[in-house]
T-cell receptor
Framework: AQKITQTQPGMFVQEKEAVTLDCTYD???????LFWYKQPSSGEMIFLIY??????QNATEGRYSLNFQKARKSANLVISASQLGDSAMYFC?????????????FGKGTRLSVIA | ETGVTQTPRHLVMGMTNKKSLKCEQH?????MYWYKQSAKKPLELMFV???????ENNSVPSRFSPECPNSSHLFLHLHTLQPEDSALYLC??????????????FGSGTQLSVL
């Protein structure tokens, strides 16, 4: 079975500082993808970054980077130079190759608050 | 025009009412999904459609009835709901179903309150 764990219900960060949001996952399938989504108060889930299980390098997208530690089964999101607009819920998600018709499985999320 | 549009944004209904949620995607995708998001719980997958055919139904009560008339539209018909069904209902789409790196595109959701 697939499982995503986000242990931080809420995080605070000072504007312009970096912040790390934790995500651990559990699967026995060697082929999987890891995703991070942002959900602002408007409700829409916005895709941020993707990491494949066979990717050799950590994924980066602008101010977002994914600290992928395969042996520890962790896929932490790092946001550099935080902005007030980064305040939102952040969800880690996973899809494994042999999960049939099941798309993404999500964690419970972390609420990030950026302080001026 | 946004990629995935959901209407209405907010809905309040009594337990005996019948209502429908609508989702439309303008991305040319072949797979569409309904998720339920309750407070302090992970997103729960409800239904999956691929090429207009339902391929997944995650033990959802029959008071929720999905309909996918074409690849661009997805409905969720609601009848005799319970207060515990109050939640944010999110629609999503993806290019295809079953690819590891396939990302989902979401709408803004319908916030449903059942009285």
């Amino acid at each position: 079975a697939q499982k995503i764990t986000q242990t931080q219900p809420g995080m605070f960060v000072q504007e312009k500082e970096a912040v790390t949001l934790d995500c651990t996952y559990d699967t026995s399938d060697p082929s999987y993808g890891l995703f991070w989504y942002k959900q602002p108060s408007s409700g829409e889930m916005i895709f941020l970054i993707y990491q494949g299980s066979y990717d050799q390098q950590n994924a980066t997208e602008g101010r977002y980077s994914l600290n992928f530690q395969k042996a520890r089964k962790s896929a932490n999101l790092v946001i550099s130079a935080s902005q007030l607009g980064d305040s939102a819920m952040y969800f880690c998600a996973m899809r494994v190759r042999n999960s049939g018709n099941t798309p993404l499985v999500f964690g419970k999320g972390t609420r990030l608050s950026v302080i001026a | 025009e946004t990629g995935v549009t959901q209407t209405p944004r907010h809905l309040v209904m009594g337990m005996t009412n019948k209502k429908s949620l609508k989702c439309e995607q303008h991305l040319g995708h072949n797979a569409m999904y309904w998720y339920k998001q309750s407070a302090k719980k992970p997103l729960e997958l409800m239904f999956v459609y691929s090429l207009e055919e339902r391929v997944e139904n995650n033990s959802v009560p029959s008071r929720f009835s999905p309909e996918c008339p074409n690849s661009s539209h997805l409905f969720l018909h609601l009848h005799t709901l319970q207060p515990e069904d109050s939640a944010l209902y999110l629609c999503a789409s993806s290019q295809v179903l079953g690819v590891t790196n396939e990302k989902l595109f979401f709408g803004s959701g319908t916030q449903l309150s059942v009285l």
